[in-house]
């Protein structure tokens, strides 16, 4: 409705001169690709997918620059034992590890999109549908990031199975059982001061006796990306459909654990949550179940200004 709509078009206006797109990222990769055997989707995704990599090796440069800035203070105090590079090496070991957990604790959302990403197939001119078959062009299912090409034909298949599949498991399977198997083997050290400097922004939010719940975050984490990704497919009706679930499942958690550790922030989270589930239910009312009537447009405007 335009209710919404017109907010969010006078932001993008009044935002457009801070985020105008000097350079696009897909020129730029089929401009120095050349003829690169690497579909130019794939591309785009492989370098989402190095950034965190990227920003890894630049926190390590950054620490590596504090440890020589802090070993020249020490030689002007003539400690040169704290200048040897047993003593970079314990430095950097004892921080790699919270280097490495951070980013991919920040950039896991967007791991998580461009794993299922590479399995999203948005479906045309399918056979036996449409009042004209005669018309139809090209009957299949379309990879989203390239509708060029067929889903599970040429380099789709090869890449969806080769680099798909692993990421799946490792992210989007892989990182919520890691969470909840390293903090359930560790609850018992949650207070030792060496595994709470390197773990300790998983669980110190929460209380003692849901130490785990960041696995349960990371896992709704996976079912909105999901969600949001094959949406193409499913449509925008059931796409809501599940949204609603899923905030629904969240706050019973929620309400029913009460995990975490603050009671401020206990029901900051409590709002947000209600919020988010009654946006998505509110939502599924401008969906008309009767296709020969469309809801009210009166109640699309009142109903959005309500949501907004």
């Known amino acids: 409705p335009k209710s919404i709509s017109a907010v969010f078009l006078g932001l993008g206006w009044v935002l457009s001169s801070c985020t105008g797109q000097l350079m696009s990222l897909d020129c730029i990769l089929a401009g120095s690709g050349g003829t690169s055997a690497v579909p130019l989707a794939m591309q785009r995704q492989l370098l989402y997918l190095l ?16 440890w020589i800035v802090l070993a020249l203070v020490r030689h002007a105090k003539r400690r040169p034992g704290s200048c040897t590079m047993a003593a970079f090496s314990a430095w950097m070991r004892m921080r790699l590890p919270v280097i490495v957990l951070v980013v991919l604790f920040f950039y896991f959302p967007s791991l998580v999109r461009v794993s299922w990403s590479l399995f999203a197939c948005f479906p045309v001119d399918q056979l036996g549908e449409g009042p004209y078959p005669q018309y139809l062009v090209k009957p299949g299912a379309f990879f989203t990031l390239d509708m060029s090409q067929q889903c599970w034909q040429g380099w789709h298949k090869q890449w969806a199975l080769g680099l798909g ?20 083997r560790n609850r018992h050290r949650t207070q030792l001061p060496d595994f709470r400097q390197h773990c300790g922004f998983l669980y110190r939010t929460f209380r003692p006796g849901c130490v785990c719940y960041e696995a349960v975050v990371a896992a709704i984490t996976v079912c909105l990306a999901a969600i ?14 599940l949204f609603t679930v899923v905030f629904a499942a969240s706050l019973v958690l929620q309400i029913w654990l009460r995990p975490y550790a603050f009671e401020r922030l206990h029901y900051m989270q409590l709002a947000a949550s209600g919020c988010l589930l009654v946006t998505s239910f509110a939502t599924l009312t401008f969906f008309s179940m009767d296709r020969d009537t469309d809801t009210s447009a009166l109640y699309k405007e009142v109903m959005g200004g309500i949501i907004l």
């Open 51 to 66: 950034t965190p990599v990227i920003m890894m090796l630049a926190l390590g440069l950054v620490y590596s620059a504090a």
């Open 165 to 184: 599949i692993p990421l799946v498991v490792i992210f989007c399977l892989g990182v919520p059982a890691g969470i909840a198997l390293l903090l359930w």
């Open 228 to 241: 949001s990704v094959f949406s193409t497919v499913i449509g925008p009706y059931y796409e809501c459909v």
